[in-house]
């Protein structure tokens, strides 16, 4: 549970992006042995990738409109 968050208009996916490394990581670690962890974690890895693009999205758009 990642609770309330806060980000500077201009960040972006950076947060989002920190965390996929993470998962991706430990989904090496762990995938020899369970596959199906591995798996797993490579899906929240690509649901957190897919979340950094839409708040570089959501960046590039509130900076459109502040320009």
Same mark, same amino acid.
């Given at each position: 549970? @990642?609770?309330?968050?806060?980000? /500077?208009?201009? @960040? =972006? =996916? $950076?947060? @989002? #992006?920190?965390? /996929? !490394? %993470?998962? !991706? #990581?430990? /989904? $090496? %670690?762990?995938?020899?042995?369970? =596959?199906?962890?591995?798996?797993? &974690?490579? #899906? &929240? #890895?690509? *649901?957190? @990738?897919? *979340? /950094?693009r839409e708040e570089d999205n959501r960046a590039e758009i509130? !900076?459109? &409109?502040?320009?």
């Amino acid at each position: 549970s @990642e609770g309330v968050t806060t980000r /500077a208009p201009s @960040e =972006g =996916g $950076n947060k @989002e #992006r920190k965390k /996929a !490394e %993470i998962f !991706e #990581r430990w /989904a $090496n %670690i762990v995938c020899s042995r369970w =596959g199906r962890t591995g798996s797993m &974690l490579r #899906r &929240l #890895r690509d *649901h957190y @990738e897919s *979340h /950094a693009r839409e708040e570089d999205n959501r960046a590039e758009i509130r !900076e459109d &409109l502040s320009s």
